[in-house]
């Protein structure tokens, strides 16, 4: 929930809404599957594809 974005420069980055980021080994589309399965999981998968809609515009 705290996930920004997510870039590929060229090691991947992850960026939170405070500013943090964390260089992680996945690739980009590996953080978005992992991602989807966590929200999916807690019940919040609508909510997450909701706010990223509404994010991407």
Do not use: A, C
Not at 16 to 39: A, D, I, M, P
């Amino acid at each position: 929930m705290y996930i920004e974005k997510v870039e590929s420069l060229p090691d991947t980055t992850i960026t939170l809404v405070n500013g943090k980021k964390y260089f992680v080994k996945e690739t980009e589309k590996e953080v978005s599957k992992l991602s989807q399965r966590f929200y999916e999981k807690i019940g919040m998968l609508p909510w997450h594809q909701q706010v990223g809609e509404e994010s991407g515009k």
